[in-house]
């Protein structure tokens, strides 16, 4: 199983990224997949969520809320987070959650974490 974030970097406030996570080993169409971040000294928050490909659903942290966009491509095994309007508060490791409930134990799995930098 694999999580491979990817697209963080330093950005001016006010700018965009898009954050990419593909993932691999899993079949993950039937995943809830998540963003979460964590800034130093801070516990790890979660950002945005979408249900698997059965249901689409999305939930955003308030604070992001008409600011990010989470997406998934089930084709491309890749889900996505579009960043707009950046704040330095937004300055973080984001990194990709993968997770499953079936009838048996939950499987939870995670990425290593991409650097979003918001800084002038």
């Known amino acids: 199983v694999q999580l491979v974030e990817s697209g963080g970097g330093l950005v001016q406030p006010g700018g965009s990224l898009r954050l990419s996570c593909a993932a691999s080993?899993?079949?993950?169409?039937?995943?809830?997949m998540s963003w979460y971040r964590q800034a130093p000294g801070k516990e790890r928050e979660l950002v945005a969520r979408?249900?698997?490909?059965?249901?689409?659903?999305?939930e955003y942290l308030e604070t992001v809320k008409g600011r990010f966009t989470i997406s998934r491509d089930n084709a491309r095994n890749t889900v996505y987070l579009q960043m707009n309007s950046l704040k330095p508060d937004d300055t973080a490791v984001y990194f990709c959650?993968?997770?499953?409930?079936?009838?048996?134990?939950?499987?939870?799995?995670w990425g290593q974490g991409t650097q979003v930098t918001v800084s002038s």
């Open positions: 959650n993968a997770f499953y409930k079936g009838w048996g134990p939950a499987n939870d799995y």
């Open positions: 080993g899993f079949t993950f169409s039937s995943y809830r």
């Open positions: 979408i249900a698997n490909a059965a249901d689409d659903s999305t």
